[in-house]
């Protein structure tokens, strides 16, 4: 699935959705606010949300497994993150955080595998 370069998106929301066979990307939207996938469990492949200048709600608090890497960069004004739980992290091949509004991501769980 991919969103990007769209000068029109305020808020991507997937609530049912609970699988996606490839990769998610989300890039370079420059008045995306929220990012909700409140049921999605599996990435196949790659989760990149990067260069989402307004970005500042990402939400996948299910997700259980990265079939590669999850990147969250330059989204400058993401404050809120919540991926996976404490107890049922998600698992991935890598994790890349970085250069996001906020210095610390409590809610954020990962794994490398």
Request: with cysteine; charged share 25%; aromatic share 6%.
């Given at each position: 699935?991919?969103?990007?370069?769209?000068?029109?998106?305020?808020?991507?929301?997937?609530?049912?959705?609970?699988?996606?066979?490839?990769?998610?990307?989300?890039?370079?939207?420059?008045?995306?606010?929220?990012?909700?996938?409140?049921?999605?469990?599996?990435?196949a492949k790659?989760?990149?949300?990067?260069d989402n200048?307004?970005?500042?709600?990402?939400?996948?608090?299910?997700?259980?497994?990265?079939?590669?890497?999850?990147?969250?960069?330059?989204?400058?004004?993401?404050?809120?993150?919540?991926?996976?739980?404490?107890?049922?992290?998600?698992?991935?091949?890598?994790?890349?955080?970085?250069?996001?509004?906020?210095?610390?991501?409590?809610?954020?769980?990962?794994?490398?595998?």
């Amino acid at each position: 699935m991919y969103v990007g370069f769209n000068d029109g998106i305020e808020k991507i929301a997937f609530p049912k959705l609970k699988e996606i066979e490839g990769a998610l990307v989300v890039e370079a939207n420059p008045k995306l606010k929220e990012i909700a996938f409140p049921a999605l469990v599996k990435v196949a492949k790659y989760v990149h949300i990067h260069d989402n200048r307004c970005l500042e709600k990402l939400e996948m608090p299910k997700l259980a497994r990265v079939g590669a890497e999850l990147s969250v960069v330059d989204n400058t004004a993401l404050v809120h993150v919540a991926v996976a739980t404490r107890t049922q992290p998600a698992s991935t091949t890598a994790v890349e955080v970085k250069n996001n509004a906020t210095a610390t991501y409590a809610n954020l769980f990962a794994r490398s595998a």
